[in-house]
């Protein structure tokens, strides 16, 4: 065989990896991932942001525009490792540098937001756990009140009422609110395991951090948010699901559509106020926004701007300081 016919042949066989990514390249990728990323961030902010992290916020979108104005102007850096640091600051950071350390923030964003989701869940979940456990319990065929649903009629001026009558739908609707409640927690267990990866734990332990690893530790957190979106949404169908005799009332409230009230939970009173944010999010839609399209929702909906501000919501770091209170008040007595 020829010897560059042998030459070709063993260049073919060299992974692709192994190649060298131009600046230019890495760059673009993080130009399109961090874009991407603030993308998904806004609607989070907008959504459950505090008056803190709307300002962190805001500096990572500034800081994005001078890495973004670097690499429109072809400012790359030319180095064979993405973990390099000057050790003097330049006047001009390069696109690859400056992008490097919007991710270093994305991180510590992220890392609290998705602290808050994996809360907010919880606490979701825990407001409607005990009533749907109560009606698995009792409504179930074994439980003593379906020997009156499937029993005759019962005389309302005799017989003794068995049932409210706006959860006369509890028995039949049972096995998906325990459905609903079995997704919710699972869904709400992953979102708490996704941190127990070994790699995910060992990239966190080193000093420094590749450009790649960085990207992989924001993943961790984005997929953290997802599932406890979908946990959430399990919630949410519950309320939906035991509160369906209000829909009658919600159409004439709003004047709108069943399909309306499905697909823009904005006017789905079905679900408490305080967790319209969390069903509005959960499309990926803004609540600020969707509240304009009922003109007076605040007077329809009285304690929605108290019970749906970002700053009055429960978070992690509130708990602790309440719980701090208490122990210090007990002590005291």
């Known amino acids: 065989m020829h010897i560059k016919h042998l030459i070709f042949i063993l260049l073919l066989m060299i992974p692709v990896s192994l190649y060298s990514v131009s600046n230019a390249v890495i760059s673009n990728q993080d ?9 998904d961030l806004n609607i989070i902010i907008s959504n459950f942001g ?9 500096k990572i ?11 429109y102007g072809r400012h790359f850096v030319n180095v064979t490792s993405l973990t390099y640091k000057k050790e003097k600051a330049e006047e001009r950071e390069t696109s690859i540098d400056l992008f490097y350390d919007l991710k270093l923030q994305l991180i510590d964003l992220y890392s609290t937001l998705s602290e808050f989701y994996i809360f907010r869940t919880q606490e979701l979940l825990d407001s409607i756990a005990k009533e749907s456990t109560d009606i698995i319990i009792e409504y179930g065929r074994g439980g003593g009140k379906s020997k009156y649903f499937f029993s005759r009629p019962i005389d309302p ?10 959860k006369f739908h509890y028995f039949r609707v049972r096995s998906s609110i325990e459905q609903y409640l079995d997704s919710g927690y699972r869904y709400l267990n992953d979102a ?3 941190f127990d990866d070994v790699d995910y734990i060992y990239i966190m332990s080193k000093e420094r951090k590749t450009n790649r690893e960085l990207s992989y530790i924001i993943e961790k957190h984005r997929a953290a948010i997802i599932l406890a979106r979908q946990s959430k949404e399990s919630g949410i169908e519950i309320y939906r699901t035991l509160n369906v005799h209000k829909m009658t009332e919600i159409l004439g409230k709003y004047d709108v559509s069943n399909q309306k009230i499905l697909q823009f939970p904005i006017y789905d009173d079905r679900i408490p106020e305080q967790y319209k944010v ?5 499309r990926k839609l803004l609540f600020s926004v969707e509240k304009q399209r009922i003109g007076n929702y605040d007077d329809l909906n009285p304690k929605s701007a108290e019970e749906t501000d970002p ?10 300081e309440t719980d701090e209170i208490a122990e210090e008040e007990l002590e005291t007595e």
């Open 31 to 39: 130009y399109r991932y961090s874009l991407e990323i603030l993308r």
């Open 50 to 58: 505090t008056d803190s992290e709307k300002e962190e916020f805001l």
């Open 61 to 71: 979108r500034s800081n994005f525009q001078v890495a973004a104005e670097r690499h």
């Open 157 to 166: 001026l005799t017989d003794v009422k068995p049932y409210d009558a706006d």
């Open 192 to 194: 708490r395991r996704v």
């Open 278 to 282: 969390d069903a509005t999010d959960n």
């Open 311 to 320: 700053n009055n919501q429960n978070r992690p770091d509130k708990k602790v």
